[in-house]
């Protein structure tokens, strides 16, 4: 099959040991528990420390604080044999690709050795609060605010569209420390969330798909939280802290797009040789044949850009209009090879218990968080 005769260039060595390894977890660890995660709305919190003794927590993550020592291509790797098996509901590209490396890249010394080896673990779990109603991408408009009382910061506010929000453990919080306009009075404040007084977790979002993700409304009513806390030390640097981190939350969500376009070509290839109709299989139909011939092409092309970026990204020269257009158009590219292998399934691919269905109602979110594909593209733009 075409999808198998292109090798990643990037992937070899002992990222194909993690390949192999990653695919045995998920078909024991987590193919057997999607339907019940999906009614729970949640993986099971235990779940977490089976990843961690695995090994495939944080591992990007410096060998010293506890994580693999890898590079962004370890994390990738992970992403895409979750896309394999429709996994939409352990976020472990919100806890180890993301959150851990805010606290990696910009928390002082003590913070890293504090958080990251539960990190590593799964004794923590990791999520951040950017979101609040009414923002959305235009992070510049938080309004929680965190008022310095001593040796405290006292924290009020309200955060929406949280993964992770049920078990996390640990909460990147971004916050108004000052009145000074935009970004600039923003702040990274980490809430350690056991027992916390004020810290509350609201209702689980009834979701389109990723049923299986514990996502949340969190408030927080004068929360107190150690003014030490304050991610790096230094007030006001929050907005150039997400703007840093954003490009790697962009370009693993391709990764992710790009994964799921071609397990979802790879499933219906598999499912039209076997499907009889009129007499005969669905791929000797012409139009079958020609829809899945565009979808491995698309698939195809959307890995291509995504390994160049990952190449790139890992050689530490992808810029953010780079991530910012594979987000914008491996998502975009997902939506719709996800859509026509759905077609190719008839009534079944209306049904749940099928992993396109699963990955048709999954694959719209990827065009809304980590930014709307509509700022994606006005960043590329301005690069022009």
Known sequence: ??????????????????????????????????????????????????????????????EEYGGGGGTFAHEAVIAAEQARVADDAWANMVHSTIVAHYIAAFGTEEQKRRWLPGAASGDLVLAIAMTEPGTGSDLQSVRTRAIRDGDVYVLNGSKTFISNGTHCDLLVIVARTSDEPGGKGLSLIVAETQDLAGFERGRVLEKIGMHGQDTRELSFTDMRIPAANLLGGVEGQGFVQLMDQLPQERLIIAVSAAATAEAAVRQTIDYAKERIAFGKDLLSFQNTRFVLAECAADALAARALVDSCITRHVAGELDAAGASLAKFWCTDIQNKVVDRCLQVFGGYGYMMEYPIARMFAAARVQKIYGGTNEIMKELVARSL
């Not at 390894?21 to 024991?28: E, H, M, P, V, Y």
């Open 1 to 62: 099959m075409i999808l198998d005769k292109y090798t990643s260039p990037w992937l070899e060595g002992e990222l194909i040991d993690l390949q192999q390894l990653t695919r045995t977890f998920l078909d024991k660890e987590v193919v057997p528990h999607q339907t019940r995660w999906a009614e729970q709305h949640m993986v099971d919190r235990d779940f977490w420390h089976t990843a961690g003794r695995a090994g495939l927590l944080c591992v990007s993550i410096p």
